[in-house]
């Protein structure tokens, strides 16, 4: 019985890898290999206001609500990774999932290796820090000798570097790095501009917490594996919601900027 579970599973994970494989061949198929498999595999992390779980469990926010249309436009369901942020082009590019889609910065570093999308939603790096403290710093000057927490693979960690901090503390996520600043252990964090409105001051979980200076302007994308055919259909679907408003409706709904 042993040996029949471990054939079965070796089996298994051999049409899983033959899978992935074949996503990874050849980018140029993505949409039908998408509408073969009747879903569209969207890797994020969570965050408010673009992906977090409501009271349910269930998948809400700015880009759950966006995704779930433009895969309603496929005629195709939607699975929502979440995945390790400083992996996600290996995660990408591996095949495990068909696109990143989580208030993703546009970087030189995403054009680089990724069929990126237009811009869809506007943000800018910033500070957090305890509120009582936060007055303090108001240059970047000020910020030289923070402990500064940030994402490993963000824009937020993109930003401490270009500005020369020397105390950065790498963490796994933008909560993890709020997280500490709550905690104490880190003196501030940089992160999204949306996520610092929705999840800091009064009448959230980090109400001792507040923005300090904004330090960097920026826009959010949607990334697929380079020489994906999925990139002309979201900038369409990107450019088609503009029009009829829905991305008008969000932007009111979760507070979130939207390009032009």
């Known amino acids: 019985m042993k040996k029949i579970l471990a054939i079965m599973l070796v089996l298994m994970l051999a049409v899983a890898m033959f899978a992935a ?5 050849d980018a140029a198929k993505d949409s039908a290999n998408i509408e073969k498999d009747g879903k569209i595999v969207v890797g994020i992390t969570e965050y408010a206001p673009m992906d977090y779980k409501d009271d349910n469990g269930e998948w809400t926010g700015f880009d759950a609500e966006f995704t779930r249309e433009f895969a309603k436009s496929l005629d195709v369901e939607v699975e929502f990774v979440v995945i390790d942020w400083e992996s996600k082009f290996d995660e990408l590019n591996a095949g495990s ?9 546009i970087t030189d570093e995403v054009k ?13 790096q910033v500070l957090v820090m305890k509120a009582d403290v936060v007055a303090n710093y108001q240059d970047e000057a000020s910020l030289k000798n923070l402990s500064v927490a940030v994402e490993q693979g963000s824009a937020g960690e993109g930003v401490a570097n270009d500005l020369g ?7 796994t996520a933008q909560t993890d790095a709020l ?13 999204d501009m949306t996520m610092a409105q929705a999840m800091t001051g009064e009448g959230t979980d980090y ?11 920026e826009e959010y994308g949607i990334a697929f594996r380079k020489g994906s055919d999925m ?12 029009a009829n408003g829905f991305l008008a409706g969000l932007s009111e709904k979760y507070g979130v900027e939207i390009t032009e």
Not at 165 to 171: A, C, F, Q, S
Not at 207 to 217: F, H, N, P, S
Request: hydrophobic share 40%; glycine share 4%; with cysteine.
């Open 21 to 25: 494989c074949e996503k990874q061949q």
């Open 179 to 191: 997280l500490e600043v709550k905690a104490g252990t880190s003196q501030a964090c940089i992160i």
């Open 231 to 242: 990139t002309e259909k979201i900038n369409a679907f990107i450019e088609e919601s503009k």
């Open 97 to 105: 999932i068909d696109c990143i889609w989580n208030g993703m910065t």
């Open 207 to 217: 109400a001792d917490l507040a923005m300090g200076i904004l330090l960097k302007d």
């Open 112 to 124: 680089e290796k990724t069929n990126c999308s237009v811009p869809y939603a506007k943000n800018k």
């Open 165 to 171: 901090l020397t105390n950065i503390v790498p963490v």
